[in-house]
């Protein structure tokens, strides 16, 4: 694609969609060049495709990350399912191993609510570097029944997702894809209204986790991605 749009033969960008990711049942499985598989994917990957694309948006542009509430990891926010993040910087929460127990299923929760933290770091940190006129913001669908995002997660949060989750449809608690994927067009289309570097929860800007506002600990991991 990159090189389609550098001959021209693409139309110039005006929006990005990082939808990507995955959910372990450990914190041990590790990617092509040996980082923890979903760090490498729900952080790494969203900064060096941003990395590759981002010169080819013309304003107006919107780029959307896809997090997930759970990166609060409290009681409200998972119903006690999902633990809190642990962030010890992106050295080592990118390393296969990186929290304890890391062949247990409670570590890949782990390692997956603070990919999302760190998701949510790096659109603060993207927001301050991209110019006028291109947006970027987190978007988190919430819960969405038929993904097949707890496939690789541990039998318990399958059953959750398979059985139980789908019963809340009713609510609104929970969409289908096709309602997040509209929720989703909305966003990147700027039919949401949303600031650069804001959090949208579903269908509106809304805070994130005290923990994710943090200037210092956003310019740590752009350095280091711009390392990897």
């Avoid at 609060?72 to 119903?79: E, K, M, N, P, S």
């Avoid at 894809?177 to 700027?190: E, K, S, T, Y």
Wanted: glycine fraction near 10%; charged fraction near 20%.
């Amino acid at each position: 694609m990159e090189g389609l749009l550098d001959a021209g033969e693409l139309p110039p960008l005006h929006g990005v969609v990082c939808n990507a990711g995955v959910h372990l049942s450990n914190a041990l499985t590790t990617s092509a060049d040996g980082y923890e598989l979903t760090f490498a994917v729900n952080v790494i990957a969203t900064h060096v495709l941003l990395r590759r694309l981002h010169a080819h948006l013309r304003k107006p542009a919107r780029i959307v990350v896809t997090v997930s509430d759970a990166h609060f990891g409290d009681l409200r926010h998972t119903g006690g399912t999902m633990p809190a993040p642990h962030w010890a910087g992106p050295e080592i929460v990118s390393r296969p191993g990186a929290f304890d127990r890391p062949a247990r299923i409670r570590a890949g929760r782990r390692a997956y609510t603070t990919s999302k933290l760190g998701g949510i770091h790096l659109v603060h940190e993207w927001a301050r570097r991209l110019p006028d006129g291109i947006d970027i913001v987190s978007y988190n669908p919430s819960l969405v029944s038929g993904t097949g995002l707890a496939r690789d997660a541990g039998r318990t949060l399958q059953l959750v997702m398979t059985w139980i989750v789908p019963l809340l449809l009713v609510t609104p608690l929970v969409d289908t894809p096709r309602a997040a994927g509209g929720r989703l067009a909305d966003v990147v289309l700027g039919r949401t209204h949303a600031p650069t570097g804001s959090y949208v929860h579903r269908d509106r800007v809304a805070r994130s986790s005290a923990e994710s506002y943090d200037a210092a600990r956003e310019e740590e991991l752009w350095d280091w991605l711009e390392q990897v």
